[in-house]
């Protein structure tokens, strides 16, 4: 079976119980930035499909093309990395709550 596991469950669960306008707003500007995150992980994905395709053709990257792709890859290392850091930090804090 290829399908993949549902992932957003929880996602699913915290909309339908959120009754708090508030809370709904924020809730909403989380699930914008998983869906911008989202979209960026596929274009990545995308670009290191092609470079594998292209690699494998015996195809040659431009000298620009590298480094726009390497300019990339740093800035969502660092993004992400930064992100991952801060996510714990605030599940961290949600716990020291419970």
């Known amino acids: 079976d290829h399908t ?3 992932r957003l469950e929880p996602g699913r669960r915290l ?3 959120t009754k708090d306008p508030v809370i709904r707003e924020l809730v909403a500007a ?4 998983l869906e911008q995150d989202t979209k960026q992980v ?5 670009i290191a499909r092609d470079i594998a395709a292209r690699t494998s053709a015996g195809d040659w990257f431009a000298t620009t093309e590298l ?8 800035f ?4 992400y990395k930064h992100q991952r850091e ?7 804090a ?5």
Not at 67 to 74: C, N, P, T
Not at 76 to 79: E, G, I, K
Not at 86 to 92: A, T, V
């Open 4 to 6: 993949p596991p549902d």
């Open 15 to 17: 909309v339908a119980a």
């Open 30 to 33: 989380t699930l914008d930035i």
């Open 42 to 46: 596929l274009d990545q994905t995308h």
């Open 67 to 74: 480094r726009e792709i390497k300019a990339d890859a740093e």
């Open 76 to 79: 969502f290392l660092r993004t």
């Open 86 to 92: 801060e996510l714990k930090g605030l599940k961290s």
């Open 94 to 98: 949600l716990e020291g709550d419970g």
